[in-house]
T-cell receptor, first 112, second 113 residues
Framework: SQQGEEDPQALSIQEGENATMNCSYK?????LQWYRQNSGRGLVHLIL?????REKHSGRLRVTLDTSKKSSSLLITASRAADTASYFC????????????FGQGTRLTINP | NAGVMQNPRHLVRRRGQEARLRCSPV?????VYWYRQLPEEGLKFMVY????????ESGMPKERFSAEFPKEGPSILRIQQVVRGDSAAYFC???????????FGSGTRLTVV
């Protein structure tokens, strides 16, 4: 089954509110990354959290990682219309595997 | 510094034709990865190549799909005898050797009619 499952699948909030997306995975990992994809476009790397880290911040983004629960969350604070996009988590497996395993993504809509 | 360049951006093929997707990695990157994204889904790993070598092709369909990364020139993902189910966005990424250093291209959107 798919490593890296996000929930919710879709999220619609008002501009200015906070958006929280969750990701679960199944195997041990080296790192977990979050990407954004605008409709019909490529992926933009947002933030990386290593398996020995529990929380990381970057601007309005906050990522947490709980390796005991094999889960991560991405919080976007003070959302803006430009944050409307799909958000994916991606893991690279422990022991040097080079490939990333992506979840199905959360489609975030920010309503003005 | 150019990022990962993929072309064409859009490709339309009739069933049974061949599709060739090209990917030029970031200058200095010798590791290339191909992913496929079906509508409303996440990316699925297809193949990982280093110069002239296929390192991991565990995500490649056994038939009709092939990939190469020659010593000179771009990486090529080739799909022979395309079928409607091949319609998807194909993304290429490159790195200097670690999954943390990925740079993605903008993708090629293949439509099979």
């Amino acid at each position: 089954s798919q490593q890296g499952e996000e929930d919710p699948q879709a999220l619609s909030i008002q501009e200015g509110e906070n958006a929280t997306m969750n990701c679960s995975y199944k195997t041990s990992i080296n790192n977990l990354q979050w990407y954004r994809q605008n409709s019909g476009r490529g992926l933009v790397h947002l933030i990386l959290i290593r398996s020995n880290e529990r929380e990381k911040h970057s601007g309005r983004l906050r990522v947490t990682l709980d390796t005991s629960k094999k889960s991560s969350s991405l919080l976007i604070t003070a959302s803006r219309a430009a944050d409307t996009a799909s958000y994916f988590c991606a893991t690279d497996a422990y022991q040097g595997a080079q490939k990333l395993v992506f979840g199905q993504g959360t489609r975030l809509t920010i309503n003005p | 510094n150019a990022g990962v360049m993929q072309n064409p951006r859009h490709l339309v093929r009739r069933r049974g034709q061949e599709a060739r997707l090209r990917c030029s990695p970031v200058k200095g990157h010798s590791h290339v990865y191909w992913y496929r994204q079906l509508p409303e889904e996440g990316l699925k790993f297809m193949v990982y190549l280093q110069k002239e070598n296929i390192i991991d092709e565990s995500g490649m369909p056994k038939e009709r799909f092939s990939a190469e990364f020659p010593k000179e020139g771009p990486s090529i993902l080739r799909i022979q005898q395309v079928v409607r189910g091949d319609s998807a966005a194909y993304f290429c990424a490159s790195s200097g050797g670690q999954a943390v250093g990925y740079t993605f291209g903008s993708g090629t959107r293949l439509t099979v009619v």
